[in-house]
């Protein structure tokens, strides 16, 4: 079995992510859960594109491996962007009516007759 190995900088990077995820939530302000959702989404991949691209900086000309996930992450959160503005735009809570003909509306009382 594994030991779990938490170190000091593993608790600080998870209590930077939550603080840049909460001020994401707060400064978009989503109207529903899934809005939510991809925000969080958004938020932790640009945390891991930043630490990738701080990891691929440390090494003198750069990690090739940290440079490459880091394009490839670059690419998901410009898909989750696009997710994003799709869903404000089409998706959401939202009321349609097909082919309502008003000859067929009903107004005023209806009574039973015999």
Do not use: C, W
Not at 48 to 68: H, V, Y
Request: charge should be positive.
């Amino acid at each position: 079995m594994g030991t779990l190995n938490i170190t000091h900088n593993s608790v600080l990077r998870a209590s930077s992510d939550l603080q840049i995820t909460q001020d994401g939530l707060a400064s978009y302000q989503p109207k529903d859960l899934v809005e939510s959702m991809l925000v969080t989404q958004l938020a932790l991949t640009h945390n891991l594109i930043i630490g990738f691209i701080q990891t691929g900086k440390s090494a003198f000309l750069g990690n090739e491996g940290d440079q490459k996930m880091a394009a490839r992450l670059m690419n998901v959160f410009n898909g989750q962007v696009q997710a994003l503005k799709r869903y404000k735009k089409y998706g959401g809570p939202n009321i349609s009516f097909n082919q309502v003909n008003a000859s067929q509306a009903i107004v005023g009382n209806v009574e039973a007759g015999g």
